[in-house]
């Protein structure tokens, strides 16, 4: 479990949410407290102009005393509305009417330097026990009470507005837990969330890793679940597959070809070490001797053509496609040696050959001697399955910046279902392998490794008793 991939996601996606939310909870709390604490100084501030102005107008025009019982009663339901506590001083700071009901403050001082900070700043909020009125620290804040006679400014008074820190601490307290409360069931549920769905995004990549080990042990045929999805985890689960498809078909083709070069090698083996025995043991009669022997070294040259493909294929597949681009040769000429360097063959089956080859030398890219290689197996092809006393067609021509090479022959047609597999090693369409005696299956699958290599193509149509190649080169 801890060392599944889906495990580290959660578990990275789990600390991300943990310090996101953390980070939020820190900042919205921190945020969250200032703005309370500046919205309750704004109210006490508000609170206390709002009473000032009450209590100087009662006190100019209807000649209201700073100790009245009545005004103190007004103070306790303003405190009751508002949850602050207030109280009024006279000009010398003894405390004349206040909020509370039990009227334990009447009488005392308020220091100097409190009424000072009234009288400087009224909206000025601070912390303090006011010369031990309370006994505790208290937000505080004041201002004077004045009126003014013949032009002249007189303070009568202050008032004063308080709060309880603690209290307002404690209501915070709680808010805090509901909030941390309400943090944590949302961080629980995005947790499982998250698992949920880290586990879902890497179903693939376990069933992948499965996979993988079933490859492994040689089970080429598995293949992981499509969940139908567009994204890097579909594509890759695609990719696996194509992956797959590859790594089962060159294992297919790797059997194959170890079954067809056993083949290939057991049967003129076969024959050479029968007929060697029999002319050792004296099996084979004197005077057939000669026809045995000619059949030995038949079959010889057979496996050394065999060999000779081989190390031709794997020459091929070790070149560097980059290099056969730096040279380049007139394919007109390559054309023409390949048919001289067959003249013979052709002769012995009484072929006609019909070429058409422009005069001009026609310039492509690549390595003579393999295209040579190429048209050289291509027009032995077509000698080897036309019958005697037909004709083999030669074009050559161009078509914007490329060349094109075509090699025609009448004959059986190539059935259809074995065209796309003319290319592949060992093919023949002779099944037994007994029609071709000469050829060892390799011919066209070099001429398409050379193209390959060159990044060209090659084409091939059968029908009507005619079987045409086609094969291009980039003109330089």
Request: glycine letters at 6%; charged letters at 25%.
């Amino acid at each position: 479990m801890k060392n599944s991939i889906y495990f580290r996601i959660f578990i990275a996606t789990a600390l991300i949410v943990l310090l996101s939310f953390s980070l939020l909870g820190v900042l919205s709390t921190v945020l969250s407290y200032r703005q309370a604490a500046a919205d309750k100084r704004a109210m006490m501030i508000s609170t206390m102009q709002e009473t000032a102005r009450y209590l100087t107008t009662q006190h100019l025009h209807y000649g209201v005393d700073l100790d009245d019982f009545n005004l103190s009663m007004w103070l306790t339901m303003i405190s009751g509305v508002t949850g602050f506590d207030l109280f009024v001083t006279d000009a010398d700071g003894v405390v004349e009417s206040c909020s509370e009901r039990a009227m334990t403050n009447l009488g005392k001082h308020v220091p100097e330097d409190i009424l000072h900070s009234a009288e400087t700043g009224e909206s000025e909020v601070t912390n303090s026990t006011i010369g031990q009125i309370y006994p505790e620290y208290r937000q505080i804040s004041g201002m004077p009470l004045t009126m003014s006679n013949a032009g002249e400014t007189r303070t009568f008074g202050y008032l004063f507005v308080t709060s309880d820190i603690s209290a307002f601490r404690q209501e915070w307290r709680s808010f805090t837990g509901v909030f941390i409360f309400s943090a944590l069931s949302v961080m629980l549920f995005a947790f499982f969330i998250a698992f949920l769905a880290t586990k879902k995004q890497a179903e693939p990549l376990n069933e992948m890793a499965v996979a993988a080990r079933r490859f492994a042990r040689g089970e080429f045929g598995v293949r992981v679940k499509e969940h139908r999805r567009s994204d890097e985890l579909g594509q890759l689960t695609e990719a696996f597959n194509v992956m797959a498809d590859s790594l089962e078909s060159s294992e297919q083709l790797r059997r194959d070809f170890i079954a067809n070069l056993s083949h290939e090698l057991k049967t003129p083996m076969t024959v050479i070490a029968g007929f060697a025995e029999g002319l050792l043991d004296g099996t084979i009669p004197r005077e057939d001797e000669a026809r045995y022997l000619g059949i030995i070294s038949s079959e010889t040259r057979r496996l050394s053509r065999l060999v000779k493909s081989m190390m031709e294929i794997s020459t091929l597949q070790s070149v560097d496609a980059s290099t056969v681009f730096e040279s380049s040769f007139d394919i007109s000429e390559v054309v023409r040696l390949a048919l001289l360097s067959l003249d013979g063959k052709i002769d012995g089956k009484q072929l006609d050959v019909k070429t058409e080859l422009p005069d001009e030398a026609i310039m492509t890219c690549g390595d003579a001697d393999s295209i040579i290689q190429v048209v050289y197996n291509l027009i032995d092809n077509a000698i080897k399955f036309s019958p005697p006393g037909e004709a083999i067609g030669l074009e050559l021509w161009k078509r914007g910046s490329r060349a094109y090479v075509s090699v025609i022959n009448r004959g059986e047609n190539i059935p259809s279902d074995e065209l796309p597999h003319i290319f592949d090693r060992f093919h023949k369409m002779d099944k037994s392998r007994s029609a071709d005696r000469d050829g060892v299956g390799l011919g066209l699958f070099i001429v398409k490794k050379i193209l390959d290599n060159h990044n060209e193509d090659i084409f091939v149509t059968s029908s009507g008793g005619t079987t045409k190649f086609i094969f291009s080169l980039t003109i330089v």
